[in-house]
């Protein structure tokens, strides 16, 4: 009975964060396959030996981590799981092709609960012009868990990796951020009240941008076509799933440099910063934008020269550019004070 | 609160079955892309404009549905995992390229435990020449489960779908079956023995062929070779994952038309014999073969052509061939009685 070896000597989970523990279990594998251009490290693997790539990415969602049935509509769920799957595909500057969905659900989940789900699988998968090409459902013991893989394309001289940001490039995000972590808070509120008293109905009408943007993110395509009709390749590109600071980490290490941006060109909505103020008077919207996450807009980087093309694009604001290697990422306030991004929190430092 | 409106007039999901689940579920799905030459309904979907297709398939193992870390090593369960995977490529007569893995965890396992995962999931992408691409990790409520995604290649004119059997075809099954789901039985019997006695130490070495097929089966990427070496496309190809009753219903739906097997050309190991009298006196082998699974053997059909080139391969059982349209799915048993299969039990008829 050999499965239980693992309870010695244990490290516990926490103690790596899911960066370090993909780092660490993924050390000694090799890439022997001359198709692979691009394994582990990026938004989506790069496959494929002529001009045009295959883009591979997976995405999973597993209930009471990702998303909470007490608030998700069933439909809004099909959609995000696809939806941020291919996010992955936007984030490597591609077009999603293809998409697989395997799903463990329990019995608590009746026909007509994933007959909800799969509608909002193929909503998104129509509006994106996506095939759903297979997948397989079984049971789970408990809960639901969602994992689709997504597939793109994209010409090779075209992605856009995590690791191309040089010195002087502009920073630029499109959208605006924070807003999917205040939908989440406010839905966390309501619960609260409701587990309360049950009789209780929320008033979610205010908040509607927020709520949208946490339960049925959009993959920002609108961009990726902006910047193709301009002829803008982004000399690197990542998605927001984890929140600014994180985002901006992935790309100054893997890109070997710093960065510096500005507080006050963060893009925030007003419903955003409405929630901070309703929620607590010492919550600052700037910190959603950074540390919250999920939602899925395009932190990309441009060559200066770039910068007439993109200065106007809708949707786009340019926060920033990238300093020399060895500088820190850090957040320049409007009151001149730098700080110094981590993931997950920041902390204040003198300038 | 929304997400709770599934509870209506609910229909159960054990009253539909996982395929005609999918069927249902993926019905109103259109295809658009041009580079989706075939997408749900076979082990892989087949994807590319060029001679060269990507196959693409994804397989989810689930803690308390698919494995029970009771007796499941974790080196074993990560090699099975992508050995699952794959073995959707080999149905396909295709030649695997890259897997991502996708993992939710509970905080139940610790880093050494994903330590002996992975070591697994190297193992198997070492044997069969795989690179590990990407993937994710991250919590779960409770237990475990893995998704992976393979992909694969294969020339157009190569590709064995399920639906390319004709009638007088000759059907053909590698290695022996029923196999892996008596190892299932030793498993699940020395289990409720040691939960009695936690004392006991189960002795499983006279076992260690059951075992080994049911914990660490091998996709046969050997017998694709073997074929491929003597030139010979199978006119249908399937994995048998679900026992061999169910694997050839599947392939007579899909090429439209019936198939007569003979019980006694069944190929089943002594060791599949041994156990079943163990266990139950009443419990036929061949019923193992039929309704077990877990074999992820190859079970293909060739045109009678073909005959010379396969009747001496090695790992190769000729056990019947392909009736025409119309015909049931069909065992013949050595006292001449004809047996209809049906998915999961059959029932006898007289001839």
């Given at each position: 009975m050999s499965g239980l070896e693992y309870q010695e000597g244990r490290t516990e989970l926490e103690t790596l964060g899911e960066f370090a523990l993909i780092d660490r279990l993924t050390d000694g594998f090799e890439i022997h396959r001359s198709s692979t251009i691009k394994g582990v490290g990026d938004d989506c693997a790069v496959l494929g030996e002529g001009e045009e790539k295959t883009l591979l990415t997976m995405n999973t969602l597993a209930e009471g981590?990702?998303?909470?049935?007490?608030?998700?509509?069933l439909k809004h769920l099909g959609y995000k799981a696809v939806s941020v799957a291919i996010s992955n595909v936007a984030a490597m500057n591609g077009t999603p092709t293809q998409v697989e969905v395997s799903l463990s659900v329990s019995n608590r989940y009746s026909v007509e609960a994933l007959d909800e789900l799969y509608a909002g699988i193929r909503l998104c998968c129509e509006r994106y012009d996506v095939d759903l090409v297979g997948g397989n459902i079984g049971s789970s013991r408990s809960g639901m868990v969602i994992s689709v893989t997504a597939v793109g394309k994209a010409k090779k001289a075209e992605i856009a990796y995590r690791s191309g940001a040089k010195i002087h490039d502009l920073i630029c995000v499109s959208g605006d951020l924070g807003s999917a972590y205040s939908g989440l808070l406010i839905l966390e509120r309501e619960k609260v009240t409701y587990q309360a008293n049950p009789n209780f109905q929320p008033d979610l009408d205010s908040y509607d941008y927020v709520l949208e943007r946490y339960l049925k993110p959009e993959p920002r395509f609108d961009i990726v076509k902006s910047l193709r009709e301009k002829g803008v390749v982004p000399t690197s590109m990542i998605d927001v799933s984890d929140g600014l600071a994180s985002e901006l980490l992935h790309v100054c290490k893997d890109s070997n440099c710093g960065c510096e941006i500005y507080e006050e060109r963060i893009p925030i909505d007003y419903q955003t910063t409405r929630v901070c103020s309703e929620m607590?008077?010492?919550?600052?919207?700037v910190s959603n934008a950074l540390n919250?996450?999920?939602?899925?807009e395009l932190l990309f980087t441009i060559d200066q020269c770039d910068y007439e093309k993109v200065k106007?694009?809708?949707?786009?604001?340019?926060i920033g550019h990238i300093t020399e290697k060895g500088m820190p990422a850090v957040m320049v306030t409007p009151q001149n004070t730098t700080i110094t991004l981590v993931a997950q929190g920041f902390k204040a430092m003198d300038r």
């Open positions: 981590v990702d998303f909470d049935m007490m608030y998700t509509p607590n008077k010492n919550m600052l919207p919250g996450g999920g939602d899925y106007d694009m809708e949707g786009v604001h340019i």
